[in-house]
């Protein structure tokens, strides 16, 4: 069966969140852990998207430059007609860390593209580009414009202009141009973007603001896709965008069958994220009978304390699992004092959880934060993960694939939750979905 879509993930939320945009319409998806072997890829014969989760958000330039260009490589040897970098939909990168317009560089490199499309408003998830400019809903529920939203607050990449053309422009020298909502709305846009790309624009942003927008770019795109095939960096919007062409063109099914998911008994959550929203699911979950296991990253991470802490956090979780609480551990509590640990809290976190996988019989786990889960589902010996049903959007319920050595947690369901995402019950809809 050929291969309809290839995409990498710059964090494992935002992989999964183009998982769920694929696979629960219609198109079957496997997100390998890593680039897959033929063995791996033999594994699952129906799958006509293939992802590679990853943790670029939370790299270096100097990193990218080092491990995109086999992944790269690897994506390309599919020849499908769209390879998808996947972004964040607040786009939150700088030029030391999460580096947007480096990626872009390399896929230009690898791919040899017309050009490079960027869709980044992805209205399913509340988030807008209009006239370059990036709209995002906070936990409040108000739309602000990014430099004004929570996440220009970001400890690790604050998101301090809303003109992405600018915002890329302290990243890349690629030159980026737009195709805006009038051109979009007039049905001018093919000419525009024409007209971007003979003027030397060799990536070209797209405004989205409203399913009629969106279904305009994803629409544009497609037929450029079949003239060449495509790299874009873009957010799970492009995905979005693309669903209704594809439906069009007949090749969707009718309908998607829907899984029949139990109540977790009980629900583990690990959260690393200091958002404001994750904050309120947090406060939401101990009001409401969740175990709260507070964790200071100090001491965990301090080599000379780390056993400690470790095995005092295993004890306790495993006595709160084993008598059926819902239990979550949590190193923040909103942004308050708060220091950013990265990948070795995430691997810290993740090491915990592949331990308490063997001592309890938990089998559902809400992992909250997007370097939380980027890093620590690496230390679970995973392959891949599929999709299993929607929750929320952006964070569906998967099912994750183990290697031999980890056969144990072959009934494992993970959910990986990036810091702006869900309602205030959210640990609630992860636990009993349906309910």
Known sequence: MPILYTFYGDDFTGSTDVLEQLASNGVPTVLYLTPPTAAQLAAFPEAQAVGIAGDSRSRSPEWMFAYLPPIFAALKQFHAPIAHYKVCSTFDSAPSLGNIGRAIEIGREIFAPRFVPIVVGAPHLRRYLAFGNLFAAAPDGLIYRIDRHPMSRHPATPMNEADLRLHLGSQTSTPTGLVDLVALQSGTSSEVLDAEIQAGNQAILFDTIDRSTQEAVGNLLWREALRQPMFSVSSSGLTAALIPAWRNEGLLPPSVPRSNVEEAAPLLVLSGSCSAATERQLRWAFAHGYEGISIDPAPLLAPETAIVTRAAVLETTAASLAVGRNTVL??????????????????????????????TTCRRVLLCGGDTSSHAVQQLGLIALTWLANLQPGAPLCRAHPDVQHSHLHNLELVLKGGQVGTEDFFDVVRAPGN
Do not use: H, K, W
């Open 330 to 359: 949590y190193t923040a509590l909103g942004r308050a004092g708060v220091q950013v640990q990265g990948e070795r809290l995430g691997s810290a976190l993740g090491s915990l959880l592949a331990e308490l996988l063997t001592l």
